[in-house]
């Protein structure tokens, strides 16, 4: 079956560091893949897609490539700020219906 | 456009009852997806409803249950609560279309159940 795997966390960073984020896929076919980010209390909300190889999803300084070769959609950011303390999902949407599958979610925390 | 709505927001039951959470889609969406978050087990699909039929399934027992209104509003039941069942409920809405490859989905702010 679909399998999503991402980096351990807490990861936790100074502002201004940059950020990555790594997620690997296991799927058959062509899954698109997306990163959700959740604030405290909060549902998910969507931060970037790509929905085909070579892709890039880009949004708020976010990116992520959905590389196929390396079943790889790792979330970079060049600075971050003490606003993007959240946690943050991979997930990957099978080629035919809505159903997401999840990474397991890294808390990342900024500090100033 | 109002976003996703779910009620209650919080809610608290003790083993062996049941409970039934509700979920309002974004106007004009006919897609309602459900996740069940735990600490343990991450965030994992429970069903997707469209038109008011059942489309896909995840893995969870009987017990839990749903169903889709012709208004496109769902609602999911948990009978014969057990404490594992504590957990946070998200509900999240897309517009379906066969023609479209991709249909983003938004999500609510989810039902936080706590079974004691």
């Known amino acids: 079956g679909n399998s999503v795997t991402q980096m351990e966390g807490p990861v936790t960073l100074s502002e201004e560091a940059f950020l990555t984020i790594n997620c690997t896929y296991t799927a058959t076919g062509y899954p698109s893949l997306f990163w959700y980010v959740q604030y405290p209390g909060e549902g998910l909300q969507l931060l970037l897609k790509?929905?085909?190889?070579?892709d890039k999803g880009s949004n708020k300084g976010f990116e992520a490539t959905y590389r196929k070769e390396t079943t790889s959609f790792h979330l970079e950011k060049g600075s971050v700020q003490v606003s993007d303390s959240a946690v943050y999902f991979c997930?990957?949407?099978?080629?035919?219906?809505?159903?997401?599958?999840f990474g397991e979610g890294t808390q990342l925390t900024v500090n100033p | 456009k109002a976003g996703v709505t779910q009620t209650p927001r919080y809610l608290i039951k003790t083993r062996g009852q049941q409970v039934t959470l509700s979920c309002s889609p974004i106007s004009g969406h006919r897609s309602v997806s459900w996740y069940q978050q735990t600490p343990g087990q991450g965030l994992q699909f429970l069903f997707e409803?469209?038109?008011?039929?059942?489309?896909n399934k995840g893995n969870f027992p009987g017990r839990f249950s749903g169903r889709q209104f012709s208004n496109s509003r769902s609602e999911m039941n948990v009978s014969t609560l057990e404490l594992g069942d504590s957990a946070l409920y998200l509900c999240a809405s897309s517009f379906y279309s066969p023609q479209s490859s991709y249909n983003e989905q938004f999500f609510g702010p989810g039902t936080r159940l706590t079974v004691l």
């Open positions: 790509a929905t085909k190889a070579d």
């Open positions: 997930a990957l949407r099978e080629t035919s219906g809505s159903r997401l599958t």
């Open positions: 409803y469209f038109s008011e039929t059942q489309r």
